[in-house]
């Protein structure tokens, strides 16, 4: 991760910028305090950037003598592979934001909302390429966070399953006009080739990265416990395994290897310069140092 374009802090020095907020303890499960402040830490510096882009705006308005209603919508931008903890570090911010900015609503969306149905994919022959940057509908995507930005009611978005693994029908997630969205995926900073790309509508952009091993070790535990929930869940993708765990083993490895490690390396890995805050991770999803971009 060194880079000379980024400041690298540790831990110690991570934790010290969220000593002003207090502990949250409204999580669905127990968090250790060290955790907690890692996810505080972040805070004060998203607040920062948001405050920062207001009054940008103002000022613009100003010098073109145009009246402004609200600050645009802010869009934070996360991503690093599959099982990394981007959709706890994502609740996390959006707990504590709505602590420390009671009056801003909050969404989450993960890109998986926009990845192709299978019956989709499978009319691309895009089935064994699912979770690959060509498997998502990166102009429904960027439409999103368009309809954001302009502040449009009641934005509808697909709604993904990792259980049934595909995208549910008739089912939507409907986003109304929030201040704060976090835009969650393995390809959320993705670019190649467009003209206008997600990350283009961005305003901070967080890349969760560790070591590759641990990943994987995650990944697997992931996996195991997709299977464990889905005893009672007949029409569950995971329901196939649950009488074989070896067989369940086996095929978790394959996906690991054929589609998670190969979109890491290819496509995920290449996106982590362009983010503003890469966040590195150790063996129990602590945080051991965060780089912050300078320029």
Do not use: C
Not at 80 to 100: D, E, P, Y
Not at 117 to 129: D, K, W, Y
Not at 168 to 185: C, M, N, R
Not at 232 to 251: C, G, K, M, W
Request: aromatic share 8%; charged share 20%.
């Amino acid at each position: 991760m060194a880079n000379v374009n980024y400041t690298v802090l540790k831990a110690a020095a991570w934790h010290q910028i969220g000593t002003n907020f207090e502990p949250l303890h409204s999580w669905s499960a127990p968090m250790s305090r060290e955790l907690q402040a890692d996810y505080q830490a972040l805070i004060p510096l998203i607040i920062a950037k948001m405050e920062h882009n207001h009054a940008a705006e103002v000022l613009w308005h100003k010098i073109l003598k145009q009246p402004i209603d609200q600050a645009k919508p802010f869009i934070i931008g996360l991503t690093g592979s599959v099982a990394v903890g981007k959709s706890t570090i994502s609740k996390a911010i959006k707990q504590l934001l709505n602590k420390a900015v009671p009056e801003a609503k909050v969404e989450i969306v993960t890109t998986d909302n926009f990845l192709y149905n299978n019956e989709t994919l499978a009319s691309l022959q895009l089935t064994e390429h699912k979770g690959f940057p060509e498997s998502y509908n990166i102009e429904a995507m960027i439409t999103f966070l368009k309809a954001v930005k302009e502040r449009k009611p009641d934005i509808k978005v697909p709604v993904y399953s990792h259980e049934y693994y595909d995208i549910l029908p008739h089912q939507s997630q409907v986003i109304g006009a929030p201040d704060v969205v976090i835009l969650e995926g393995v390809n959320a900073l993705y670019r190649q080739g467009q003209v206008l790309a997600p990350i283009d509508l961005m305003d901070l952009t967080l890349y969760i990265d560790a070591p590759t091993a641990l990943i994987k070790s995650w990944f697997m535990e992931r996996f195991e416990h997709l299977v464990d929930t889905a005893v009672n869940e007949p029409s569950s993708y995971y329901h196939r395994f649950i009488n074989d765990r070896l067989v369940a083993t086996s095929q978790a490895e394959k996906v690991w290897h054929a589609v998670n490690e190969r979109n890491l390396k290819e496509y995920i890995l290449p996106a982590r310069s362009l983010a503003d805050i890469i966040i590195q991770k150790g063996p129990n999803h602590n945080v051991t140092q965060v780089a912050l971009r300078k320029y």
